[in-house]
Nanobody
Framework: QVQLVESGGGLVQAGDSLRLSCAAS????????MAWFRQAPGKEREFVTA????????YYADSVKGRFTISRDNAKKMVYLQMNNLKPEDTAVYYC?????????????????WGQGTQVTVSS
């Protein structure tokens, strides 16, 4: 059974940093494009960032560009989201997602697997 398990969320103040982790039980993890989405209360789930399975190229929503960094460790089957200079508007549940051999349309929510989410709360 495939599982994506996020961790690292919490309550921080504006300007602080957090690093989220996602552990994936995917047999061929290196063949999956990995992404982070988030959903704030009363809002739709939105794309945050993705990292291509083959090239390692990264893609970011404009709202987080320059502050967030996605990375992956294929040997450990882990994906990370380093979040710096956090703002109250970053408050949301953050979800890890995986899509087999995705090479386009990273921001679309059609991913094969999703984690259960981890809460990030940024106070002002």
């Amino acid at each position: 059974q495939v599982q994506l398990v996020e961790s690292g969320g919490g309550l921080v103040q504006a300007g602080d940093s957090l690093r989220l982790s996602c552990a994936a039980s995917l047999r061929t993890f290196s063949s999956y494009t990995m992404a982070w989405f988030r959903q704030a209360p009363g809002k739709e789930r939105e794309f945050v960032t993705a990292i291509n399975y083959s090239t390692g190229s990264t893609y970011y929503a404009d709202s987080v560009k320059g502050r967030f960094t996605i990375s992956r460790d294929n040997a450990k089957k882990m994906v990370y989201l380093q979040m710096n200079n956090l703002k109250p508007e970053d408050t949301a549940v953050y979800y890890c997602a995986a899509k087999y051999m995705r090479s386009r349309g990273y921001s679309y929510p059609q991913y094969d697997y999703w984690g259960q989410g981890t809460q990030v709360t940024v106070s002002s």
